[in-house]
């Protein structure tokens, strides 16, 4: 599995885990439903800025996001 797309996968399993849907999330974000669900499927990567900026929101450690267990 590509590096995009396990980053994606912890990504969602975070956002769920915290009650979150993907408009919720992206309305935070001032982005479209359609644009953030192309992080969690790894069509899109993120930059550093979101990284920290989903971390922060999920509560979670880039290490979380980059674990590839």
Not at 21 to 50: D, H, P
């Amino acid at each position: 599995m590509e590096i995009a797309k396990i980053v994606g996968e912890n990504i969602k399993q975070a956002r769920k885990i915290k009650g979150l849907t993907q408009a919720q999330v992206a309305k935070i974000f001032f982005m479209t439903q359609q644009q953030y669900s192309r992080f969690e499927n790894g069509v899109f990567e993120l930059n550093y800025q979101q990284i920290c900026n989903i971390c922060k929101l999920l509560e979670i450690t880039p290490n979380d996001i980059f674990d590839f267990n």
